[in-house]
Nanobody, 120 residues
Framework: QVQLVESGGGLVQPGGSLRLSCAAS????????MAWYRQAPGKQRELVAS???????NYVDSVAGRSTISIGSAKSTVYLQMTSLKPEDTAVYFC??????????????WGQGTQVTVSS
């Protein structure tokens, strides 16, 4: 079992910035990839950014150029740095981790979500 604990969400003014953090704990062999998703009320959950253990990154068009996803040196924490925040960035943000379990089976886990509200 893997647990993902998110932090860094909250209220921020338009044009501001914040950094979301997600720490993975539990028993697993390795992490293959980590990602951030978001879901606004009445909208489908969408992939915001992802990063693989090899360093490949992907961003949704709406945040590309003003967001950076990264993994900490311990390889168990993922960050999402967002700048120039807009009201349309308001959503619940979820952390996702794709891992190899201790018996080397691929599986994925979700955090509980953290609210980001961009408003003046």
């Amino acid at each position: 079992q893997v647990q993902l604990v998110e932090s860094g969400g909250g209220l921020v003014q338009p044009g501001g910035s914040l950094r979301l953090s997600c720490a993975a704990s539990g028993r697993f062999f390795r992490i293959y990839a980590m990602a951030w998703y978001r879901q606004a009320p009445g909208k489908q959950r969408e992939l915001v950014a992802s990063i693989t253990s090899g360093g490949s990154t992907n961003y949704v068009d709406s945040v590309a150029g003003r967001s950076t996803i990264s993994i900490g040196s311990a390889k168990s924490t993922v960050y999402l740095q967002m700048t120039s925040l807009k009201p349309e960035d308001t959503a619940v943000y979820f952390c996702n981790a794709e891992v190899a379990t201790m018996n080397l089976v691929r599986d994925d886990y979700w955090g509980q979500g953290t609210q980001v509200t961009v408003s003046s």
